[in-house]
């Protein structure tokens, strides 16, 4: 095949990835989004947000892991970070699609892709990192936006919150998770049992 092609091919298969559909809703309440659309909304999340990221980090490379990261989903499917998940065998399968998926591309943008993408599931890197953050921040706000989305779907609890989403956010950019904060609270302390909303 040659690059062009390989390259089509794999654009092609992308595609598929606006029919995943994930557990967040949209900010207007009208359906959940699907996985093309966050991967779109957090590479904007990250050029906009940069400022705020614990060190300094280079957003080209950041939206780059941002628009590939989740391309895996078009294979494994969306993992809600609040659901109940085997990690290891999720890591299996997203392993097995990732060698799918960049697999279809020229073998340097193969290993270009493939490098960034395991550099972010790392999370070691500041860019990475960043990136994570950012992953993390977008559904929260759309669960905010939509008088807690799918928190109450999946019983989550403020401490859930705090270890699953709070502590990557606050590793790279803590500033945005302490903006956050106080509208998360807010709303838990809200919607606990026995509470009377205004």
Known sequence: MDRISAQLAFLIEADRL???LRATKLCDKSRRENTAEHSWHIALYALVMAEHATR???VDRVIKMLLLHDLVEIDAGDTPIHGAVDADHQAAIEQKAADRIFG????DQNAEFRALWEEFEAAQSDDAVFAKSIDRVQPVISNLETDGGTWPEYNVTPDQLETRV????RRGAPAIWDALKTRIDLWFTQNRPGSVKK
């Open 18 to 20: 606006k029919s995943v």
């Open 56 to 58: 300094p980090v280079n």
């Open 104 to 107: 279809l591309l020229p073998a």
């Open 166 to 169: 709070g502590v990557k956010v």
